[in-house]
């Protein structure tokens, strides 16, 4: 019996802790502050808000890049609040569950299929110290009661003996359910194989249960199979501890080789034995040296995996060979349970719920992998949407040269149209083209050219374009009248005449006296005015006019552009606004809400 007197002392160091354990926090009663409400709250009138907002906002279809955007954006934020609500579920079941567990140091098991999580955890269960030659502390305690916490399964669960349970131990991933044994003031939560393949019937997969009851238990073992210790699977599920802030012992299972050797009578004998400390020390640096390379801001050490053999402790046990048992170094990892519940188990499970809350918290405000989506996340979409915007305003910009030609090019094709039609109306019928008519005639037409060519251009830029409607507003552009155009010719000729004149002389005047007279010749030089028709001046009143209509229509284009560059995606510019808003309030009241470290 002395030479299982150190196995014998590990049991009773084991039940002296567990005693301890289930003594102090015999009286304890886990506090849900209202914090957890206030968290959940805010969740859901975010929810709430965007949901109404949705049906008025969300109206995109196939349509421009910024409905597309927009479209996603809308989506994810759906998508996100959902799994909030998900999230939110869970964390009420994760609060039950520590409720429920409260008096009793839980202890979570989890790892890959064929880890050897069961047959550790019956080997704690005691079992095959309960069957061992020499005495010990499990002899003197209850045994321990097993039951399961969730069914995912309907095989592979708790194996009901004669006054012996134990969990289900097989060659495939067996275990498909969250079962546990309490013992004394522990309860050992036994879990599916975090790569099992999905089942017929299976009610969920066995990864995800895995991973949603890891933040709840106060101590994680993550076991890793020697055979392969250390793949992409494990250093993945050693950052999910570290984001959850669980305190976890990283273990190396089925860390032995069978042995050959001669018996006395020289026959060949097979035995398990551990493997070299050399052998086991490369193990357990390699993992954390890639674990360093993979997740460099981790810290490794403190995932420094300690190698086991449960089938070699299970054989020290049956043969009393305390060396074995050594080897086994399953006291070990019993230490490394103490070591890391502390002095002080009820802080411990005070501070589990509050680590819980903030590890929640940060998962919705920085995202908790590649497939949710956290506040961070949505602004960054609202982002997106905003940038798609600035990409067609940013186009219509540089649209405008060209856009200005095609008007004034357009433009000037229809007044000399209209030219052409005005100068034929005049030399047919006379009169004029009064200047408010023709003012008139040329601001319809202008608009009518803004019109047809800015949406036809602007279309170009922003796929399916709702054509913006332009209001008509005076053009304020002076023009003359248009009237006929008339030549005079003179022609200059000498019109002669005589007129009475008096006498002159002596012999005159006798003669006038007795009723004479005398005249004189007159010469005048005078000029026929006559007018001709020479056409109109129709043209040269447009063209005077044309500097003015070009500066009009300049300013009216750049205007014009810059109102639907500006206003265009105004209302989905609105809504991500208030989005924006939504999220970064949301964020800082959750952030307000996570417990002071």
């Not at 097989?170 to 044994?181: K, L, R």
């Not at 004029?432 to 803004?450: A, C, G, K, P, W």
């Not at 639907?564 to 809504?575: A, G, N």
Request: negative net charge.
């Amino acid at each position: 019996m002395n030479e299982s007197l150190g196995m014998a002392k590990t049991t009773e160091e084991l039940f002296s802790q567990l005693d301890l354990i289930g003594k102090k926090l015999e009286n304890f009663s886990l506090t849900i502050d209202k914090k957890r409400d206030d968290v959940f709250n805010l969740l859901r009138q975010f929810g709430q808000g965007i949901q109404q907002d949705f049906s008025a906002s969300g109206q995109a279809t196939d349509g421009n890049g910024v409905e597309a955007a927009l479209q996603s954006a809308l989506l994810q934020i759906q998508n996100s609040v959902n799994q909030w609500d998900e999230a939110m579920k869970v964390k009420a079941k994760g609060v039950d569950f520590m409720s429920k567990h409260e008096k009793y140091l839980v202890v979570m098991v989890f790892g890959a299929v064929k880890s050897g999580k069961s047959s550790l955890g019956n080997l704690f269960a005691g079992n095959a110290f309960r069957q061992a030659p020499f005495d010990n502390a499990y002899k003197h305690h209850d045994k321990p009661i097993f039951e399961t916490e969730e069914k995912g399964r309907n095989s592979g669960a708790i194996v009901r003996g004669d006054g012996d349970d134990a969990f289900a131990v097989g060659y495939t991933d067996t275990t498909g359910d969250i079962q546990y044994f309490t013992l004394s003031g522990l309860r050992w939560i036994d879990s599916p194989g975090t790569g099992a393949l999905k089942q017929d019937g299976d009610a969920r997969l066995m990864e995800d249960m895995v991973k949603e009851y890891i933040p709840y238990a106060d101590i994680c073992i993550f076991l890793m199979n020697s055979s392969e210790p250390g793949l992409q699977s494990d250093m993945k599920y050693m950052q999910f501890l570290e984001k959850q802030r669980q305190s976890a012992i990283v273990v190396i299972t089925h860390s032995d080789v069978v042995d050959e050797d001669e018996d006395e009578d020289g026959n060949l004998v097979q035995c398990l034995v551990p493997k070299s400390p050399d052998r086991r020390k490369r193990q357990e640096d390699d993992i954390c040296k890639r674990l360093g390379e993979e997740y460099p801001t981790l810290s490794s050490e403190q995932y420094r995996a300690l190698s086991i053999s449960t089938l070699l402790a299970e054989q020290a046990i049956q043969e009393e060979n305390e060396q074995k048992f050594h080897d086994s170094h399953i006291g070990l990892l019993m230490k490394a349970i103490y070591d890391k519940v502390g002095s002080d188990v009820i802080q411990l499970k005070i501070n589990k719920p509050k680590i819980s809350l903030n590890t929640f918290i940060e998962d919705v405000v920085n995202g908790s992998g590649a497939d949710t989506v956290s506040i961070h996340g949505l602004i960054e979409e609202m982002d997106r949407v905003t940038n798609e915007i600035r990409r067609y305003q940013q186009g219509i910009d540089q649209s405008v040269d060209l856009i200005l030609r095609k008007v004034k090019q357009d433009v000037r094709n229809q007044i000399q149209s209209l030219s052409s039609t005005w100068s034929a109306q005049i030399d047919q019928q006379g009169g004029e083209i009064s200047q408010s008519e023709i003012t008139r005639r040329v601001s319809s037409l202008i608009h009518d050219s803004l019109d047809k060519n800015m949406n036809k251009h602007i279309g170009q830029v922003i796929k399916n374009y709702k054509q913006q409607q332009l209001d008509r507003v005076d053009m304020n552009i002076s023009i003359g009248t248009i009237r006929k155009k008339t030549r005079v010719i003179e022609t200059p000729y000498e019109e002669i005449y005589y007129v009475e004149r008096d006498p002159s002389g002596i012999i005159e005047h006798v003669r006038h006296f007795f009723g004479k007279t005398y005249t004189r010749r007159v010469t005048e030089h005078r000029v026929l005015t006559k007018k001709i028709d020479i056409g109109n001046n129709a043209m040269e009143v447009l063209d005077a006019a044309w500097p003015k209509i070009s500066n009009t229509l300049e300013r009216r284009v750049r205007r014009e552009l810059g109102r639907v560059r500006d206003t265009y995606f105004e209302p989905q510019q609105i809504y991500i606004d208030r989005v924006r808003k939504a999220l970064f309030d949301l964020e800082k009241g959750l952030l307000e809400l996570k417990y002071k470290e």
